[in-house]
Nanobody, 118 residues
């Protein structure tokens, strides 16, 4: 059974940092495109950052220069380093894994809460 398990969320003051981790029980993890999404109360889920199997990264404009996505294929883990956090970054953060191989294989984690508040 495929599982994506996020960790690293919590409460942090504005300007602080957190590092999220997502451990994935995906066979052939290295060829999956991985991403972090977030959903704030009353808002739609939005894409924050993505990293392809080849290591190319992309970011939403709201987090460029502050967040960094990375992956460790040996550990089947994807990370999101979040610096200079703002109250508007408060949301539940979800890990996503996607592979299109004839059909689409897509998996989600259960989410981890990030709260930025003084």
């Amino acid at each position: 059974q495929v599982q994506l398990v996020e960790s690293g969320g919590g409460l942090v003051q504005p300007g602080g940092s957190l590092k999220l981790s997502c451990a994935a029980s995906l066979s052939a993890f290295s060829i999956y495109d991985m991403a972090w999404y977030r959903q704030a109360p009353g808002k739609l889920r939005e894409l924050v950052a993505g990293i392809t199997g080849g290591g190319s990264t992309s970011y939403d404009d709201s987090v460029k220069g502050r967040f960094t996505i990375s992956r460790d294929n040996a550990q089947n883990t994807v990370y999101l380093q979040m610096n200079n956090l703002k109250p508007e970054d408060t949301a539940v953060y979800y890990c996503n894994g996607r592979l299109r191989l004839g059909k689409l294989y897509e998996y989600w984690g259960q989410g981890t809460q990030v709260t930025v508040s003084s």
